[in-house]
């Protein structure tokens, strides 16, 4: 009876979309109007559908449970595939219904993924490391909050790859889980990593970085429906910054992160400040400044394409991952671009994709 009530509203499209129940494991399909699957870099990802109230609550209805308790009785899970390939997995976060002037209910489910979840674990009173790998503190910190409360405390998250990256010192006080990990990623330190929890949900530490080059993979005036380049320039820019930490007065620590001369002489001498006042170590005061000088000593083009699933396969590349680029009004000629950031908008007759590229 399940299959015969979702088919009319989904049996022409690729895309599927299940809740699950974290107690029962049982696996449910719901139908949808749109999906939108947004995945940055670093970030994680999160996921919005909106649906129908009535197709969902006929659904509801077939388990003998209401529409609210289907979707927000206990710790949801939800899936996305296309096919049968996932290309989304996480919780339910949010849930909204909203009534229009015909009478006719709409539903949106906001969802995050399994990362995000960390926001709401603390690493205890006190945890310290020392000359420790910095995938593995990443990998450590996660690993005992799981262990610190069970079986509550578990969400299943495993150990996937971890590469060898940096060494590094760090002390814990009822620290977000999610933020410090964070903290030592490729958005903030130089020499960080990038990270993922995947959609086994497998944590995974990559360094250098995540991704592949895909040369074979060509986004030009033959597959791209739109772009859009913007590049900062002059208020944008620092080319010496003094990154301040922990102390006061005269007693902060702090150290000043230059770049190469090529830079002042180009736009002359820019200056910043940035406050990272936990921080309690010069050497992670430098890996932050040389961050922030890699991402602001000149001019870096923000670009971003749109192109439709039908004509690129989201299948065949990730976030992380290297593409040629081919722009003639850009002079664009075959480039090297790396994605930060793919947001899915999946509807019905076509899915829409937009890729922001660095």
Not at 175 to 192: F, H, R, T, Y
């Amino acid at each position: 009876m399940l299959d015969q009530l979702s088919r009319p509203l989904s049996e022409h499209m690729k895309y599927h979309c299940f809740i699950i129940d974290t107690s029962t494991q049982r696996k449910v399909e719901i139908p949808f109007s749109s999906i939108q699957i947004v995945d940055e870099l670093n970030k994680g990802k999160q996921c919005t559908i909106t649906m129908s109230y009535e197709a969902v609550r006929k659904i509801a209805a077939v388990y003998g449970q209401s529409v609210h308790f289907l979707l927000s009785g206990a710790l949801r899970e939800i899936t996305v595939e296309k096919d049968t390939s996932r290309i989304y997995y996480g919780v339910i976060s949010d849930l909204s219904l909203q009534q229009n002037q015909q009478g006719d209910i709409g539903l949106t489910i906001a969802s995050v993924g399994f990362f995000s979840l960390f926001a709401k674990r603390r690493t205890g009173v006190k945890r310290v490391f020392t000359n420790t790998d910095a995938g593995q503190i990443a990998w450590t910190i996660i690993n005992e909050s799981q262990q610190s409360d069970l079986p509550y405390s578990n969400f299943g998250i495993t150990q996937g790859l971890i590469q060898t990256s940096v060494s590094r010192d760090r002390t814990f006080r009822f620290a977000s889980v999610k933020d410090e990990i964070e903290q030592m990623s490729n958005l903030n330190l130089k020499n960080g990593f990038d990270l993922e929890i995947n959609d086994l949900k497998q944590f995974n530490v990559y360094y250098p970085q995540k991704g592949q080059d895909r040369p074979q993979i060509v986004l030009d005036e033959e597959n791209i429906l739109s772009w859009r380049y913007r590049k900062p320039l002059i208020l944008s820019l620092a080319n010496k910054v003094h990154v301040v930490g922990n102390g006061f007065n005269d007693d902060v620590l702090y150290v000043t992160r230059e770049s190469s001369s090529d830079y002042k002489t180009t736009f002359k001498l820019l200056e910043e400040v940035v406050s990272e006042r936990d921080v309690i170590t010069s050497a992670t005061l430098q890996d932050k400044g040389d961050r922030f000088l890699l991402d602001n000593q000149s001019p870096r083009v923000e670009l971003q394409l749109t192109h439709l699933d039908d004509e690129l396969d989201v299948l065949t590349y990730e976030v992380g991952d290297s593409v040629r680029v081919q722009i003639a009004e850009l002079e664009i000629a075959n480039i090297s671009k790396r994605i930060y950031k793919r947001s899915m908008q999946i509807s019905d007759p076509q899915t829409i994709v937009t890729l922001d590229l660095k």
